[in-house]
């Protein structure tokens, strides 16, 4: 470590969480950390303990930019009354079975 | 006392082995509701699940060894002081974080040695035991080395509390390295570990580290033994079977 940590408190760590290979990683929570080692050792200690995963992805908090909620009308509503954009319009054929 | 076979050497071995995953998971559980974070709580609290679980099933074994129908309580519960055969080192007090640290570090850095030759072992159970053992204590290596570097590599003030907790513990250290009479007797058949031979390793796995975290390793070589090979523990000791111990000797038999 060459960079000595002055602040007081911790960085916020995401923590994502592969359950089984194959599977994506999910967002599980998040963990206090002074940096990303530590975030994936507890990470691993704070929710893997009944062998959730198989695979951690720790992020710092402050890297996720995220959009507002007060966005919300602006940016979502308007895909609500394109029902078109659903692939629902086919008939599938009886040999392709479930889709 | 009764001499030395080896049916009784077997019993007294696993249960050594067995008293110190007690004894130090014991000091770790105290931290519960007192460490420093949640995150840190989360972890040492796993760390003392995994050592309590190895003495579970060395005692366990050693019950089963032993041929008297003696269960895992009864060595956890109704042995005396003099009984327990720990490491020194795993029942000094837990001190501050720094000292909870280093003696996690020394302890696990010998332990992932020991199970790795423990796994090794000519008595299947016991290979079986220390090759399950050996993927909770090096992960316990990893979390208590990683602490120590950002601990002795980090302010002024974590780096002599570091040292110190160093300094402290050394002579705790020796210890580990010793052989008991069960121990000399099952090594003839391949059954223990010649502890004597992890010492190198040990002490290059532990520089390694303090290297890296910026410490020095003491030059004072003096070692305090007695409780691995003589049941003669710290002044501390007492108080942890009469804190674990409470409940058992209380109500003799109960179970929940």
Same mark, same amino acid.
């Given at each position: 470590?060459?960079?000595?940590?002055?602040?007081?408190? #911790?960085?916020? #760590?995401?923590?994502?969480?592969?359950?089984?290979?194959?599977?994506? $990683?999910? $967002?599980?929570?998040?963990? $206090?950390?002074?940096?990303?080692?530590?975030?994936?050792?507890?990470?691993?200690?704070?929710?893997?303990?009944?062998?959730?995963?198989?695979?951690? #992805?720790?992020? =710092?908090?402050?890297?996720?930019?995220?959009?507002? =909620?007060?966005?919300?009308?602006?940016?979502?509503?308007?895909?609500?009354?394109? %029902?078109?954009? $659903?692939?629902?319009?086919?008939? %599938? =054929?009886?040999?392709?079975?479930?889709? | 006392?009764?001499?030395?076979?080896?049916?009784?050497?077997?019993?007294?071995?696993?249960?050594? /082995?067995?008293?110190?995953?007690?004894?130090?998971?014991?000091?770790?559980?105290?931290?519960?509701?007192?460490?420093?974070? /949640?995150?840190?709580?989360?972890?040492?609290?796993?760390?003392?699940?995994?050592?309590?679980?190895?003495?579970?099933? +060395?005692?366990?074994?050693?019950?089963?060894?032993?041929?008297?129908?003696?269960?895992?309580?009864?060595?956890?519960?109704?042995?005396?002081?003099?009984?327990?055969?720990?490491?020194?080192?795993?029942?000094?007090?837990?001190?501050?974080?720094? *000292?909870?640290?280093?003696?996690?570090?020394?302890?696990?850095?010998?332990?992932? +040695?020991?199970?790795?030759?423990?796994?090794?072992?000519?008595?299947?159970?016991?290979?079986?035991?220390?090759?399950?053992?050996?993927?909770?204590?090096?992960?316990? +290596?990893?979390?208590?080395?990683?602490?120590?570097?950002?601990?002795?590599?980090?302010?002024?003030?974590?780096?002599?509390?570091?040292?110190?907790?160093?300094?402290?513990?050394?002579?705790?250290?020796?210890?580990?390295?010793?052989?008991?009479?069960?121990?000399?007797?099952?090594?003839?058949?391949?059954?223990?570990?010649?502890?004597?031979?992890?010492?190198?390793? !040990? *002490?290059?796995?532990?520089?390694?580290? +303090?290297?890296?975290?910026?410490?020095?390793?003491?030059?004072?070589? !003096?070692?305090?033994?007695?409780?691995?090979?003589?049941?003669?523990?710290?002044?501390?000791?007492? &108080?942890?079977?009469?804190?674990?111990? &409470?409940?058992?000797?209380?109500?003799?038999?109960?179970?929940?």
């Amino acid at each position: 470590m060459t960079k000595q940590t002055t602040e007081k408190e #911790w960085p916020l #760590w995401e923590v994502f969480i592969r359950s089984k290979a194959g599977l994506d $990683h999910k $967002h599980c929570g998040s963990v $206090h950390a002074s940096d990303a080692e530590i975030a994936l050792e507890s990470a691993r200690d704070v929710y893997t303990r009944r062998s959730e995963g198989i695979s951690i #992805w720790v992020v =710092p908090s402050n890297a996720i930019t995220a959009s507002k =909620p007060e966005d919300k009308e602006s940016l979502f509503e308007p895909a609500d009354d394109k %029902i078109y954009r $659903h692939p629902t319009f086919y008939d %599938i =054929p009886k040999g392709a079975g479930k889709m | 006392m009764t001499e030395l076979n080896k049916v009784n050497a077997l019993v007294q071995y696993a249960a050594q /082995i067995g008293d110190n995953g007690l004894i130090i998971g014991h000091r770790m559980s105290e931290w519960c509701f007192r460490a420093p974070s /949640i995150e840190m709580e989360m972890a040492l609290m796993n760390c003392a699940l995994d050592l309590i679980g190895q003495a579970r099933e +060395l005692y366990t074994y050693a019950g089963e060894a032993g041929g008297e129908g003696k269960k895992e309580d009864d060595f956890a519960y109704l042995r005396d002081e003099q009984d327990f055969r720990n490491l020194l080192l795993a029942e000094v007090p837990n001190g501050d974080w720094g *000292d909870t640290i280093v003696r996690l570090f020394f302890m696990s850095a010998y332990n992932k +040695l020991f199970f790795t030759e423990l796994a090794k072992s000519t008595d299947a159970e016991l290979a079986a035991i220390g090759a399950k053992s050996l993927k909770e204590v090096t992960y316990h +290596l990893r979390f208590s080395s990683e602490w120590l570097i950002r601990l002795g590599d980090g302010t002024e003030e974590s780096h002599r509390r570091a040292q110190k907790s160093i300094d402290d513990l050394w002579a705790y250290t020796g210890e580990l390295f010793t052989m008991t009479d069960a121990e000399n007797l099952l090594l003839e058949d391949g059954i223990s570990v010649d502890v004597t031979a992890l010492k190198a390793d !040990w *002490d290059e796995l532990v520089s390694q580290i +303090l290297d890296q975290a910026t410490l020095s390793v003491p030059t004072n070589n !003096w070692a305090q033994s007695g409780s691995k090979s003589d049941g003669r523990h710290t002044e501390y000791f007492g &108080y942890i079977i009469t804190d674990m111990q &409470y409940l058992q000797r209380r109500y003799p038999g109960c179970e929940w």
